[in-house]
């Protein structure tokens, strides 16, 4: 048995090598990614595209680059174990996507990502297919069930684009029960990872940061923000 073991060790499958591949790109390209989303949100910020008033801009970039990290390390993590399989089953299987096991699967990434950050507002995962997966946090309007994702204009132009991740500033209120406050909305491509490298589209993911938590931030307690947030990655 233990000789068994330690030639699957030595030995691993093709899939499991593929997974590390992908896993140690992900890794390599989260620094880079994180030094350009800042640099053009900065550069974004100096052009006024964004009124700043009096608001400490080192700040402000400092909590963009926190969330942006925070973010991405949860699009990593999408991509490297079960959240990834329920997506791939419910954009090729869309019939069997609302099992038990794949709603506590989701359920459970749900309330971990909402406990560990309390400034996002929302987690959505939307298959190819239609099929929607959403938690909001206490306090918030729930998503609507019936909202096709994948025609909503912010989300169409992502989806056709090169990149895999963007942050946009929007309304909310045509996805939600009831009308909302502006959010800062980052948007996120899935692939299939057993497809690797082929960028295989199986969904997206949406995570909502209301506007109103950067106000509370203590640089911006007594400025008011105006004008349109644009964070791309490719």
Excluded: C
């Amino acid at each position: 048995m233990e000789k068994g073991w330690k030639r699957k060790l030595r030995h691993p499958g093709i899939f499991f090598k593929i997974l590390i591949l992908f896993e140690i790109i992900l890794l390599v390209t989260v620094a880079a990614t994180s030094s350009y989303i800042i640099k053009r949100f900065t550069a974004k910020m100096l052009e006024k595209e964004i009124l700043l008033g009096e608001m400490n801009l080192e700040k402000l970039t400092d909590f963009a680059r926190d969330k942006y990290n925070r973010i991405y390390s949860l699009y990593n993590y999408i991509h490297s174990g079960e959240i990834a399989e329920v997506m791939v089953k419910a954009a090729q299987r869309p019939e069997d996507a609302y099992s038990i096991e794949d709603i506590q699967r989701v359920n459970a990434f749900f309330s971990g990502v909402l406990s560990a950050d309390s400034d996002i507002s929302d987690v959505i995962l939307y298959s190819s297919t239609g099929v929607l997966y959403s938690q909001s946090a206490e306090g918030y309007q729930d998503i609507k069930p019936s909202y096709d994702f994948w025609a909503d204009p912010e989300a169409a132009e992502f989806i056709q684009s090169e990149e895999s991740m963007k942050g946009v500033f929007g309304d909310p209120s045509p996805y939600t029960l009831k009308a909302r406050d502006p959010v800062i909305s980052f948007l996120g491509k899935i692939y299939d990872p057993s497809a690797f490298p082929k960028r295989n589209l199986q969904g997206i993911f949406i995570m909502n940061i209301p506007l109103e938590q950067m106000k509370k931030q203590d640089f911006a307690s007594r400025v008011s923000v105006e004008g349109e947030l644009s964070l791309a990655v490719s």
